[in-house]
């Protein structure tokens, strides 16, 4: 089983509609980062959050320490969302474990 | 630099030929991460450096790949005899310093093997 689990795997949306990405994951972290991957493979980090909710524009991220999941929700979505979400976790080291990612649609 | 860099974006490989991929972190970055994505696979972590030292090469897949960073800045990681196993993106990210801060990342090494 790996560390960290992302569902769904994959997801269509249309424009406009709210989207909720979820991750989970099984070891004890001292922060969770949500990262996005454009179909030209560049990776830019959205969030990393350890406690609580974050809020970037139309992107909001919570996170639940006790029950080792997080959120990723995208209100408003647009064809530009289109990308692969990924979830990595830190859990005492400096490395990061990554989740498979979810792979975005969002059709006009 | 503005952001991360690493060259080449693409390389293709003969089997058996040694590679050197570069990364150069953002400016005042003392932590550098490579990790690695496969067709089809997520990312996986394969060392990281503080400063010029790698306290955790856990991640690198065999004995055939090694990494140094000179000056706190520039990183190479290096394959020698490549197989058509290391064909993946390479990529590179640096943070200002270590625990929880926002790592940046490079646009990757897309490396073919064939």
């Known amino acids: 089983k790996n560390e960290v689990e992302q569902s769904p795997q994959n997801l269509t949306a249309q424009e406009g509609e709210f989207i909720t990405i979820n991750c989970s994951y099984s070891?004890?972290?001292?922060?969770l980062h949500w990262l996005q991957q454009h179909p030209g493979g560049g990776i830019v980090s959205l969030f990393m959050l350890s406690s609580g909710k974050k809020k970037h524009g139309r992107l909001i991220a919570t996170i639940n320490i006790q029950e080792k999941h997080s959120s990723l929700h995208i209100t408003a979505s647009h064809p530009r969302d289109s990308a692969v979400y990924i979830c990595?976790?830190?859990?005492?080291?400096?490395?990061?474990?990554f989740g498979k990612g979810t792979k975005l649609t969002v059709n006009p | 630099g503005a952001g991360v860099s690493q060259s080449p974006s693409n390389k293709v490989t003969e089997k058996g030929k040694d590679v050197e991929l570069r990364c150069d972190p953002i400016s005042g970055h003392t932590a550098l991460y490579w990790y690695r994505q496969s067709l089809g696979q997520g990312l996986e972590f394969l060392i990281y450096f503080q400063g010029n030292s790698a306290p955790d090469k856990s991640g690198l897949p065999s004995d055939r790949f090694s990494a140094e960073r000179t000056g706190g800045s520039v990183s190479t990681l290096t394959i020698q005899r490549t197989q058509q196993e290391d064909s993946a993106v390479y990529l590179c990210?640096?943070?200002?310093?270590?625990?929880?801060?926002?790592?940046?990342f490079g646009q990757g090494t897309r490396l073919t093997v064939v």
């Open positions: 070891v004890g972290i001292s922060a």
């Open positions: 990210a640096s943070s200002f310093d270590f625990g929880n801060t926002e790592a940046f």
């Open positions: 990595a976790v830190r859990s005492g080291s400096e490395k990061l474990v």
